[in-house]
């Protein structure tokens, strides 16, 4: 799966997971089962910009850890042109990666791909409006999350 990372937070140190979310992209392809390139893309910015997106594309008026935007929302949405199918974007918030990872105790680089996870299995058409919806998108998480960047919790 090819992942084109973009950074728009002014910050330079989140370019350093691009490795990393091309290892959770091919394991994520590996557990799924996903036949055929794919691509998406990761950008990263600030609680404002995120704030922005959240209330503009889904009526929620504050800013969220990271939003989603799929290229389909069905199978049929869209035809698939030859070679590589574009699954969208992931925009993720650099100020609730370090919140996060300070709440739960663990690291940054656990976080971060964490929420490049989460992301992608937005854009592969999981969600979690369900109980049962989100038991198994958090199974999938912790499967293919896990062996890459374990929960390491700080003391």
Request: aromatic residues 10%; negative net charge.
């Amino acid at each position: 799966m090819e992942i084109s990372v973009f950074n728009q937070s002014g910050e330079r140190r989140w370019s350093r997971y691009a490795s990393d979310f091309r290892t959770i992209s091919e394991k994520t392809q590996q557990v799924l089962k996903l036949e055929g390139l794919r691509s998406a893309s990761v950008i990263f910015v600030t609680p404002q910009m995120i704030h922005e997106m959240n209330r503009d594309y889904r009526g929620i008026d504050r800013p969220t850890d990271v939003i989603s935007f799929a290229m389909k929302d069905s199978e049929d949405a869209y035809e698939v042109m030859e070679g590589e199918e574009e699954l969208g974007d992931i925009f993720i918030n650099i100020e609730a990666i370090t919140a996060q990872a300070a709440d739960y105790g663990h690291s940054l680089r656990r976080e971060v791909c964490f929420l490049f996870t989460h992301g992608l299995l937005h854009l592969l058409g999981y969600d979690h409006m369900t109980p049962e919806d989100e038991a198994v998108m958090f199974q999938l998480q912790n499967v293919i999350l896990d062996d890459i960047v374990p929960k390491k919790i700080r003391k």
